[in-house]
């Protein structure tokens, strides 16, 4: 139960960081791995990617190194 607890916590932390630096709402996915840990993953990484989508623009190309 301790490492549910413990999970739950650097989840939280961890989508707080990453939100904010994606310019997503930080409380709300704060609270998402708060209470669902890990699960919320998937879901994090499409939203950042339709938020980078939609910042750029649908037409635009992205290169990466």
């Known amino acids: 139960m301790f490492l ?3 999970v739950s916590l650097l989840c939280s932390v961890y989508y707080y960081v990453e939100s904010f630096k994606s310019a997503l709402p930080a ?6 791995g708060l209470v ?14 339709v938020a980078l989508r939609h910042a750029q ?3 635009n190309t992205t290169i990466r190194a």
């Open 36 to 49: 669902f840990g890990p699960l919320v993953f998937p879901v994090f990484t499409i939203s950042q990617h």
């Open 57 to 59: 623009g649908f037409q």
């Open 27 to 32: 409380k709300r996915w704060a609270m998402a």
């Open 4 to 6: 549910a607890v413990v």
